[in-house]
């Protein structure tokens, strides 16, 4: 079952723009990550939010988890063509059973 | 840091057999590991969730006796996909967690499989 939706599904952009994903559910997860996926590779781990209203940054992305812990957003500013992958999300209704988004395909021209 | 291996990495059987993927956590224990299927440009489907010395808890949709779990110790869970077909071809992937929460969780480097 496919709790997560993620939008857009597939985004093309220039480098040096900005762009944001957003996942949405309605149900409430006690944790949510974002993830990096590589074709043909296992996902790697970008972030983890626990508390509704949280935002934290890694350079030159912010992620946000929303209020009520259903949703969240990725934020990336001044897109590279190194950030070029599957973009995921992933919540945890509970403990550490990850259920994950739609997925976003993130291309950046250079 | 912590490492979750898969193997084998590629794996093309015959429609019909039967084929058996590995997941290790390298230097830690995994109490619970995941297993999750992915198509091509589509994204990661929990299959199930393998608990050491109990049976695996399968998600909606997905056929136990198809896809049998064994998780046998500490380090190891494996998925043997049962007279595999066609539409059974897809990256395999698996993950390790160091606890029931905590969300320290590790990901293996995925298994892909074809079935002929």
């Known amino acids: 079952t496919q709790l997560l939706e993620q939008s857009p599904q597939f985004l093309s952009i220039q480098e040096g723009e900005n762009l944001t994903v957003y996942c949405n559910s309605s149900?409430?997860?006690?944790?949510l990550q974002w993830y990096r996926q590589e074709p043909g590779e296992g996902p790697v781990l970008l972030v983890t939010v626990v508390t509704g209203g949280e935002v934290k940054k890694l350079k030159r992305l912010t992620f946000q988890f929303g209020d009520a812990r259903k949703d969240s957003s990725l934020h990336i500013t001044a897109a590279q063509p190194g950030d070029t992958g599957l973009y995921l999300c992933?919540?945890?209704?509970?403990?550490?059973?990850?259920?994950f988004g739609t997925g976003t395909s993130l291309t950046v021209i250079p | 840091g912590a490492v979750v291996s898969q193997h084998p990495s590629w794996v093309i059987c015959k429609s019909g057999t039967s084929v058996k993927i590995e997941c290790r956590s390298l230097d830690f224990q995994a109490t619970t590991m995941f297993w999750y299927r992915q198509f091509p440009k589509q994204s990661l489907m929990l299959m199930a969730t393998?608990?050491?010395?109990?049976?695996?808890?399968?998600e909606q949709g997905v056929e136990k006796d198809k896809f049998l779990i064994n998780h046998a110790s500490l380090t190891l869970s494996t998925l043997t996909v049962t007279s595999a077909h066609p539409e059974d071809s897809s990256f395999y992937i698996c993950s390790a967690s160091l606890g029931s929460s905590g969300n320290t969780i590790y990901f293996g480097e995925g298994s892909w499989l074809t079935v002929v």
């Open positions: 149900s409430v997860f006690s944790s």
């Open positions: 992933a919540g945890a209704p509970t403990g550490n059973q990850f259920y």
């Open positions: 393998s608990n050491e010395g109990s049976k695996a808890t399968y």
